[in-house]
């Protein structure tokens, strides 16, 4: 079994920043892409950004340029430092890894965690 777990949420202002935190426990052999998702009331869940085991990264236009994904491979921890935040930002904010496990490769997904920005 595989668990993720998303850390860091919160209500900010907008301009503000918050840095959002995920960990992967479990029978972990190594862990190919990790990524943030996030999710607006009433609206499908749209990539954030994502980065491979070994750093590269790639981002959903609407973030370029405000938000950075970085990972620690030792530590199986994503990262997502958001600044300049808009209240476009809101959502529901979910990590997924992409986990190899005994038994094959695992798709985990977080319970999400939440992100308010206020006008």
């Known amino acids: 079994q595989v668990q993720v777990v998303e850390s860091g949420g919160g209500l900010v202002q907008a301009g503000g920043s918050l840095r959002l935190s995920c960990v992967a426990s479990?029978?972990?052999?190594?862990?190919?892409?990790m990524g943030w998702y996030r999710q607006a009331p009433g609206k499908q869940r749209e990539l954030v950004a994502v980065?491979?085991?070994?750093?590269?990264?790639n981002y959903g236009d609407s973030v370029k340029g405000r938000f950075t994904i970085s990972r620690d491979n030792a530590k199986n921890m994503v990262y997502l430092q958001m600044n300049s935040l808009k209240p476009e930002d809101t959502a529901v904010y979910y990590c997924?890894?992409?986990?190899?496990?005994?038994?094959?490769?695992?798709?985990?997904w977080g319970q999400g965690t939440q992100v308010i920005v206020s006008s």
């Open positions: 980065i491979t085991s070994g750093g590269s990264s």
């Open positions: 479990g029978i972990i052999f190594s862990i190919n892409d």
């Open positions: 997924n890894s992409q986990v190899v496990t005994p038994i094959g490769l695992r798709s985990s």
